[in-house]
């Protein structure tokens, strides 16, 4: 049976460098909004970076659908549902009504607005066509960490990339081993770049058909159409503005953003038609089509589980920073553990 209206509920919040256990209210439901029982939630590098504010964190949320507004009509109660970035848009100007509606200017997408509202807790409150259905052969440890880096990654493929084509993904972690897989099951073939050796057979067994040191670029058999940056800092752009490692009119897609500019040589970018293609999650559209297309195709996560605590956020947060997490830390709920 869903809570009483005024009940508290636990949701853990940045405090004093660290992530503390505080309390909410759950509030009334409005006619379009659902409550959402948390089970998993994935554990971002973009929740760290609001540990110093003081918000409800966690933007990867999966659970269990409790209770639901008088006019919502796409869930009930007992459904699976996900969410937790975009979580809202003014649906009436033109990116909502082209599709486009992760660049709404009224949107809320998390650490932007909503600053109580996160899916490290037992609940979540979202707006019915800002959450997602989980398909039934998609674990949920596997649906929580694609609700931010499997949408992020998917939509940017999908906006560039046909089939055939040739995909250079630099970094295998959390966005990259997801990016690899979307990638090949998108029926193209895929070439990594590393800085690790080590990496070449995790590379191999998520799909990537070839793989490079970033000192060897001389090898590449042949260049590629699409550059993916999902490693945590920028290459050395002289290095793959070259037509022989990015082809003419070539498209890179940065799907992180690490600190200090992004300084590209003018006149390759000039002269061999480079293109630079930016990507923030995803609008509904995609983000719907990105889970039936993960568990159609057999998309998963490699995930590292912890349990959804002080203690347990606590360590999902210290081996994330240690980069000791193969590829996505997930936190599960008591009850989904049990």
Request: glycine content about 10%; hydrophobic content about 40%.
């Amino acid at each position: 049976m869903a809570p009483a209206p005024t009940s508290e509920y636990v949701v853990f919040r940045g405090a004093d460098g660290t992530v503390k256990q505080s309390s909410a209210q759950i509030p009334a439901l409005g006619p379009k909004e659902v409550l959402v029982k948390i089970t998993h939630s994935g554990v971002c590098a973009t929740d760290l970076a609001y540990i110093p504010y003081g918000i409800a964190l966690g933007h990867e949320g999966v659970g269990i659908v409790q209770e639901v507004g008088s006019d919502v009509t796409q869930f009930k109660v007992g459904d699976r549902a996900g969410g937790g970035y975009h979580r809202n848009s003014c649906g009436h100007c033109s990116y909502c009504l082209s599709g486009q509606d992760i660049w709404c200017y009224s949107r809320s997408v998390f650490g932007e607005k909503d600053y109580n509202n996160g899916t490290f807790g037992e609940y979540y409150i979202g707006v019915e066509t800002y959450l997602h259905k989980i398909p039934d052969n998609l674990a949920s440890e596997h649906a929580a960490p694609l609700q931010c880096a499997g949408a992020t990654t998917y939509n940017a493929l999908v906006s560039v990339v046909k089939p055939g084509e040739r995909v250079g993904i630099i970094g295998i972690g959390g966005l990259g081993h997801l990016a690899i897989q979307f990638a090949q099951k998108l029926g193209t073939e895929v070439v990594v770049f590393s800085t690790s050796k080590s990496k070449e057979e995790e590379a191999k067994q998520l799909g990537a058909s070839e793989f490079y040191l970033l000192d060897e670029l001389d090898k590449l058999k042949a260049p590629v159409t699409t550059l993916v940056i999902a490693g945590n800092r920028y290459p050395d752009w002289n290095k793959f503005f070259v037509k022989e490692v990015l082809a003419r009119a070539g498209n890179v897609i940065p799907l992180v953003a690490p600190q200090g500019d992004m300084k590209l040589p003018s006149f390759q970018m000039f002269f061999d038609g480079y293109n630079i293609r930016s990507s923030l999650v995803a609008s509904r559209a995609k983000h719907d089509e990105m889970l039936e297309f993960a568990a159609n195709h057999d998309v998963k996560p490699w995930v590292q589980q912890f349990e959804l605590s002080e203690a347990g956020i606590a360590e999902a947060i210290q081996k994330l920073k240690g980069n000791q997490v193969r590829y996505r830390g997930v936190l599960v709920s008591k009850d989904a553990r049990e």
